[in-house]
């Protein structure tokens, strides 16, 4: 009989994968289900990532490639850090892996031991906790307060710092909130930081081209180039390139992590599909005036949406900065009944009436751990994103004591 290894029984079920769930088999039913759950852009891949995946096969290159990446990538990566980064990073400080996601799983494995601790300002994508734990780290979350507009603050990050600490997960601009980081926070942050030698840092940037209001995405590591030796950045093409299906991550920092990184790599998936190689180094190298029109269209989508939200007796909307997910909050709504009769104790039974009545998914903060809250992605057409808040707010104003 199979027993799940112990290390799978700190992992719960997320609340996303039974609402997903519940949602395929509303649909199943012939009910008129939408979604706004995933974070996945609703754009085609751009034809440069097709012509650089039909290059590979034109050019024969369909044996193993390398574990670390293909060269012509690796270029393409370095060339990318310079032209949006203004950094200088070696071929011998990347690594290519199967998404943002392998980055992190090949960073964690290749570092934690029992017992290390890993801060995980919230709210956070649901991944960095959950991969830590499977090597038995233990996540420690710091809340960063919505009046604060989603930004840690430095003085509770330095007190969540102790001996144990091995990573601290930066993630800006950031999935579910879109808040970004200003040079002043990331000079607090790193100030505490550098008192602390012991502490990795992890920047996951994976949305850095996706920003509002004329802000643009600053790396922690151009404003303190001192932490470069222990300092992490996790990208890939998956969001800003329309590419989630193509699989395609990667990593810059210091060469014994990345060595170590590649030999967990190597032991997993080895190196990824030539195909995808090709492709994503074909777009890392083309113009940005794709990326901008996709930037333009979820800024404006954002606007629409965020303004109705705000129109919704009872929720409040905070103007997310990048990224492309709104994150109202439910406060006043908690306690209550749905216009069906379900109590609304928390944001998760929240989701799940909104669900069931009126056949709306979304992600209850409380999986970003930070509630009560509620994740819509505006990665989804102007069309769809109306519907979902007339949807909404149907449903809001149904609710009563
Ligand atoms: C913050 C963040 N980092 C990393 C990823 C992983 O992206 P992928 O593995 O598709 O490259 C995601 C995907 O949702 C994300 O939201």
């Known amino acids: 009989m199979f027993r799940p290894a112990s290390r799978l029984a700190s992992l719960p079920a ?13 649909a199943a039913e012939g009910k008129p289900v939408l979604s706004l759950a995933l974070g996945q852009p609703d754009f085609p891949s751009p034809k440069e990532a097709l012509l650089g995946a039909e290059a590979e096969v034109a050019e024969g290159r369909t044996g193993y490639p390398p574990i670390v990446g293909q060269k012509e990538l690796l270029e393409a990566i370095a060339y990318k850090f310079k032209r949006d980064n203004e950094l200088d990073v ?9 998404g943002g996601k392998q980055v992190i799983f090949n960073a964690f494995m290749a570092s934690l031991e029992e017992g290390d601790e890993v801060i995980v300002p919230a709210p956070y994508w649901v991944s960095y906790p959950l991969i830590a734990k499977m090597f038995g780290a233990r996540p420690v979350e710091v809340q960063c307060r919505e009046e604060n507009g989603f930004r840690p603050d430095p003085e509770a990050i330095r007190q969540a710092i102790t001996p144990k600490t091995r990573w601290l997960v930066l993630n800006f601009p950031n999935n579910p909130t879109g808040a970004i980081l200003e040079r002043d ?16 840092i992890m920047c996951d940037e994976i949305y850095e081209h996706l920003t509002f209001d004329g802000r643009k995405h600053l790396s922690l590591r151009q404003v303190a180039p001192d932490l470069a030796d222990r300092l992490l950045i996790v990208n890939g093409v998956s969001k800003a390139y329309a590419m989630t299906g193509w699989r395609v991550g990667f990593a810059c920092g210091p060469d014994a992590l990345i060595k170590a990184m590649v030999k967990v790599q190597g032991n997993a998936t080895s190196g990824i599909c030539t195909l995808a190689q090709g492709g994503a180094a074909s777009v890392l190298r083309g113009g940005m005036e794709g990326v901008e029109t996709m930037r333009q269209t979820y800024e404006r989508r954002r606007n629409k949406v965020v303004q109705v939200l705000r ?5 409040t909307c905070a103007m997310p900065q990048g990224a492309f997910y709104a994150y109202p909050g439910l406060q006043a709504l908690i306690g209550k009944k749905s216009g069906g009769g379900r109590l609304l104790n928390n944001d998760v039974a929240f989701a799940e009436a909104l669900l069931e009545e009126e056949h709306l998914a979304t992600v209850p903060g409380s999986a970003f751990g930070y509630g009560p809250h509620l994740r819509l992605s505006f990665a989804a057409s102007d069309e769809q994103l109306m519907e979902a808040c007339t949807r909404l707010k149907r449903f809001v104003q149904a609710i009563h004591p």
Not at 14 to 26: E, F, G, S, V
Not at 91 to 97: D, K
């Open 14 to 26: 997320p609340a996303t994968i039974a609402m997903a769930t519940r949602a395929r088999a509303l």
């Open 90 to 98: 070696p071929l011998s400080s990347l690594m290519v892996a199967n």
């Open 185 to 200: 926070d990331l000079e607090a942050l790193a100030r505490i930081v550098r008192d602390a030698p012991h502490v990795l």
């Open 311 to 315: 129109d919704i007796p009872g929720l």
